[in-house]
């Protein structure tokens, strides 16, 4: 009896041994779903195309590339500012041009960038690494870019919007505001929806939305929709008790991970918080 138990606790601990190291090993396929592209390839921008647009690259040495586009809103006068745009999982800057014209519309540049491991960025990966990069993009925003630091606004959405509270909540960023759209309350909390046996298994990234948010400064908007599939209402609702006062959560009745710019309600606020689209 003795030995069965041993040997019961014995293939317990392997199996659990294995798992995690199953997981631990694919978490990078599974939370970011890179999509990477040759440094030779032509991204299509259609629905940027009547737009100005500048190629960015950050570089150290030949082992880190970021690279991202710098949208000008106007050629022909000042814009109001730049939103600083950190995009979601499972894709790169060709899929997340279409979200430019939400802000271009409204007289604001955008800076669209891929993180290591997306499109044509490329270096090692990890969570501390990412932030850094954040941080490093963000200051080189502040330093190649027209606008001062007060009109930068910090927009993260779905897999960036943990980037972007986290950038936010330095006590040295003073940007003009942090929206937040379709956000989670940290990784594990999302994943346990798809994955139960998560709460068992250490992640490498952990995107601590809820550990940095009561420690931004700036003001916070955000948006979820009752329909998100992928980052559920409920998990983005978990932040509504850090916002501070004045900060706003706004609920989009139907909205889905992906679709929000197309409600009323979505575009609504957005007028009132960063101004109506402007006459073409």
Same mark, same amino acid.
């Not at 299509?44 to 647009?53: P, R, V, W």
């Not at 003009?176 to 937040?180: D, G, I, K, Q």
């Not at 994955?195 to 948010?213: E, G, M, N, T």
């Given at each position: 009896?003795?030995?069965?138990?041993?040997?019961t606790? =014995?293939l317990?601990?392997a199996?659990?041994t294995?798992?995690?190291?199953l997981? =631990?090993t694919?978490?990078?396929t599974?939370?970011?779903?890179?999509?990477?592209? %040759?440094q030779?390839?032509e991204y #299509?921008?259609?629905?940027?195309?009547?737009?100005?647009?500048e190629e960015?690259n950050?570089?150290?040495?030949? %082992?880190v590339?970021l690279? &991202?586009i710098?949208i #000008?809103?106007?050629?022909k006068?000042?814009?109001k500012?730049?939103?600083? =745009?950190?995009h979601?999982n499972?894709?790169n800057?060709?899929k997340?041009q279409f979200f430019?014209?939400?802000?271009?519309?409204?007289?604001?540049?955008?800076l669209?960038w891929?993180? +290591?491991?997306f499109?044509?960025?490329?270096g090692k990966?990890?969570?501390? $690494?990412?932030?850094?990069?954040?941080?490093?993009?963000?200051?080189?925003?502040? +330093?190649?870019?027209?606008?001062?630091?007060?009109?930068v606004?910090?927009y993260g959405?779905?897999?960036?919007?943990?980037?972007?509270?986290k950038l936010?909540? +330095?006590?040295t960023?003073n940007a003009?505001?942090?929206?937040?759209e379709?956000p989670y309350y940290? $990784?594990?909390?999302v994943?346990?929806?798809?994955?139960?046996?998560?709460?068992?298994?250490?992640?490498?990234? @952990? =995107? +601590? %939305?809820?550990?940095?948010?009561?420690?931004?400064?700036?003001?916070?908007? $955000?948006f979820?929709g009752?329909?998100?599939? $992928?980052?559920?209402y409920? %998990?983005g @609702?978990?932040?509504?008790?850090?916002l501070? #006062?004045?900060?706003?959560f706004?609920?989009?009745?139907? &909205?889905?991970h992906?679709?929000?710019?197309?409600?009323?309600?979505?575009?609504?606020?957005m007028d009132?918080l960063?101004?109506s689209?402007?006459?073409q």
């Open positions: 009896m003795m030995k069965f138990l041993l040997n606790l =014995f317990l601990l199996g659990y294995l798992l995690n190291l997981a =631990f694919f978490q990078e599974l939370i970011l779903q890179m999509r990477k592209v %040759s030779d390839h #299509k921008l259609g629905n940027i195309k009547k737009y100005e647009i960015w950050l570089t150290k040495g030949d %082992s590339r690279h &991202g710098y #000008k809103s106007n050629k006068s000042s814009a500012g730049v939103v600083y =745009f950190l979601g499972a894709g800057i060709e997340y430019a014209p939400i802000f271009l519309r409204r007289g604001y540049d955008v669209l891929d993180y +290591r491991g499109g044509k960025s490329y990966q990890n969570e501390d $690494i990412y932030h850094n990069d954040v941080y490093a993009m963000y200051q080189e925003l502040l +330093r190649k870019g027209p606008h001062p630091e007060e009109k606004i910090i959405r779905s897999l960036g919007s943990g980037m972007a509270t936010a909540s +330095r006590p960023v003009s505001m942090l929206l937040l379709t940290n $990784i594990a909390d994943a346990k929806n798809y994955f139960p046996i998560v709460k068992y298994i250490p992640l490498k990234y @952990a =995107f +601590r %939305s809820d550990q940095y948010l009561s420690e931004v400064r700036l003001p916070v908007h $955000i979820h009752t329909a998100d599939r $992928i980052v559920p409920k %998990s @609702a978990k932040l509504r008790p850090l501070k #006062k004045n900060d706003g706004h609920t989009i009745e139907g &909205g889905r992906i679709n929000l710019y197309k409600f009323d309600a979505y575009n609504q606020k009132q960063i101004g689209p402007l006459k």
